[in-house]
């Protein structure tokens, strides 16, 4: 997940800046009514939402008026290809190396920040990526403007039912993620407008980019692969898994980091322990469950680790499996991105006795199912 924010605390406390800024007033308006509005210390972000979303209104018109039948009319003729995992599973890697390829798209960060707007305000583009950070908070990847995002900061924008708001409101987080990924609690109407709306940001996308094969990762997508097969029943999908041991220390510190500039209400570190515990439950436990529904040929499910070690070997594999064409004409370029990222070095976490007995009771049947022990 990448959580970018908008600007570095000042002196005087958080900067109010926020990513929700592109929201409608009236999404706005009724996310604070089902989450229960925001907490006093975070009054400052909630006026800043309050205000862009105002200012922002005229060009979601505009959006709407000129582009709203074109992305109607677009046909999504070359099936998505969708990166899921949990997260902090490797997503934004392998995301990052396939974004190479010229023949896909891909959500942007720009994109998920003004859904509804982004080909209307382009030209403020250059000076809104001032106040984003160089750097993501948990890994110190590079932040880009234009650079592979995840569709679920979209939907938070789009749609008062998204993972996001798990982290905008923490003490509402059981019912955003029940009802966001799994759908539970949600009316049918609901869920139909679920559907309908991330269909029309995929057509968006697609339409902004001549029609290019979509390349999307999203960690929730993990455990919605019923409704993603309903929208695109040819829809391809690379599963990447990593050591449960390191994605509940780097989960953890992914949580507790992109708090501060997302959160919206306090949260406590007990509710941050809970919710990583059991969402990786229900999450994979329900990726195990609906994986089957996806036709053989259309799926390929890679470790982190193997990734890692042979990116290039493990690349060609997806491309096989998936009978993904154009392979020659990528890899010069994923070459040349993976030399830029030679010298990154990944997190380094201390793994002593009680959380390995910890992870264990919770995650051993990812454990002995991929057959990981403890880092040594």
């Not at 925001?38 to 009054?43: A, K, Q, Y």
């Not at 996308?205 to 409704?227: C, D, E, F, M, Y």
């Not at 959160?263 to 515990?277: F, P, R, Y």
């Amino acid at each position: 997940m990448k959580a970018p924010t908008m600007k570095k605390e000042n002196k005087k406390g958080q900067s109010p800046q926020h990513p929700l800024f592109g929201i409608s007033l009236q999404k706005w308006m009724y996310l604070l009514e089902k989450n229960k509005g925001v907490d006093r210390g975070f009054l400052g972000k909630a006026v800043f939402i309050t205000l862009t979303s105002i200012g922002t209104a005229p060009a979601r018109l505009l959006f709407h008026l000129k582009y709203q039948r074109k992305i109607d009319d677009t046909q999504i003729t070359n099936p998505p290809v969708f990166i899921i995992g949990h997260w902090r599973s490797g997503t934004t890697y392998l995301h990052e190396l396939l974004s190479q390829d010229p023949q896909f798209c891909y959500v942007s960060l720009w994109n998920t920040l003004l859904p509804d707007s982004f080909l209307i305000l382009d030209p403020l583009k250059k000076f809104l990526s001032r106040f984003l950070p160089t750097k993501r908070p948990m890994d110190e990847i590079t932040v880009e403007m234009d650079g592979p995002y995840e569709d679920e900061a979209a939907l938070a924008v789009l749609y008062p039912w998204s993972f996001f708001h798990c982290l905008h409101f923490p003490r509402n987080a059981e019912e955003q993620y029940l009802k966001s990924i799994h759908f539970q609690g949600l009316t049918s109407e609901e869920k139909e407008q679920w559907k309908a709306t991330y269909a029309r940001f995929i057509k968006a996308i697609t339409l902004a980019n001549q029609g290019k094969r979509l390349l999307s990762k999203n960690p929730p997508n993990t455990a919605r692969i019923s409704v993603l097969l309903e929208l695109f029943p040819k829809a391809r999908f690379i599963h990447i898994y990593r050591n449960p041991y390191l994605v509940y220390l780097s989960t953890k510190k992914m949580r507790k980091n992109v708090l501060e500039p997302l959160a919206l209400q306090k949260a406590s570190e007990e509710e941050i322990e809970q919710q990583v515990i059991q969402n990786y439950v229900r999450t994979m436990k329900s990726y195990f469950e609906q994986k089957e529904q996806i036709p053989s040929e259309n799926l390929i499910e890679i470790k982190y680790e193997d990734l890692v070690a042979d990116p290039i070997t493990q690349i060609k594999l997806i491309y096989s499996e998936l009978k993904l064409p154009g392979i020659k004409n990528a890899l010069p370029l994923m070459h040349k991105y993976l030399e830029k990222q030679s010298d990154y070095k990944t997190n380094k976490y201390v793994i002593d006795n009680k959380i390995i007995e910890h992870v264990n009771n919770h995650w051993g049947f990812t454990i002995d199912r991929w057959r990981y022990l403890p880092p040594q």
